[in-house]
């Protein structure tokens, strides 16, 4: 059964802590992004990868970073510098061989920093 | 930049009513995506819209892209609880790929049974 993981479903950190959030597909896409949302605020782009080894800043990259060392990994660390980052985390991923024309999302994580 | 714009914000209706959400785009798109989010949950894709006046049905949704390609709608007919959640669209960014989304904010319906 084909889709995207996000672990774990609910995260709580104290201020100042380094936290990374999981994202793992096995749709074999090329291309995976992170987003993030709040309420009222829809779904903001924070980081994108079309490929391997190759990502690119969203919107909103300040006090995140992300790694994409394996196709069907995109980790995201929020990190201290992150100065609001209380939000549900959304993982997404989409394919060349469909012109992108659709993007699969992932559980999300529910993020609460102390 | 590119801007995509929906409204409502909210909408509550009575089991039955008919609902209408509006997406404006700032920039003429090449296509329109509908993603519906139930409420605790994620995003999933409804439909795309690729042509000009294009006009889908899935059941009792209506989908609707504009001639100029810079805005569409979803037209709920006689709405039911499992309706409820948040819809949004996305439009490609500049440049046309789908490979980067502009997502509206979203309207919320709620649904009174």
């Known amino acids: 059964d084909g889709g995207i993981t996000q672990s774990p479903k609910y995260l709580f950190r104290k201020e100042g802590q380094n936290v990374t959030l999981s994202c793992e597909q096995n749709l074999n896409h090329d291309a995976m992004y992170w987003y993030r949302q709040d309420p009222g605020q829809g779904l903001r782009l924070i980081y994108y990868s079309q490929i391997v080894n190759d990502f690119q800043k969203g919107d909103i990259a300040e006090g995140y970073s992300v790694s994409r060392e394996k196709k069907e990994s995109f980790p995201l660390t929020v990190t201290s510098a992150q100065k609001n980052p209380t939000a549900f985390y959304l993982c997404a991923s989409s394919s060349p061989q469909r012109n992108y024309n659709e993007q699969f999302f992932g559980p999300g994580t529910r993020l609460t920093v102390l | 930049g590119q801007q995509v714009m929906q409204i409502p914000q909210y909408q509550h209706v009575q089991e039955g009513e008919d609902f209408t959400t509006y997406c404006n785009s700032s920039t003429t798109l090449s296509n329109i995506q509908w993603y519906k989010q139930r409420p605790g949950g994620h995003p999933v894709f409804l439909i795309q819209?690729?042509?000009?006046?294009e006009v889908k049905k899935q059941k009792r949704l209506t989908f609707q892209f504009g001639e100029a390609k810079k805005n569409s709608s979803l037209h709920i007919t006689a709405t039911q609880t499992t309706d409820v959640g948040t819809y949004f669209c996305?439009?490609?960014?500049?440049?046309?790929?789908?490979?980067?989304?502009?997502f509206g904010k979203g309207t919320l319906l709620t649904v009174n049974p």
């Open positions: 819209l690729v042509k000009s006046g």
């Open positions: 996305a439009g490609p960014r500049s440049g046309g790929s789908n490979y980067k989304l502009t």
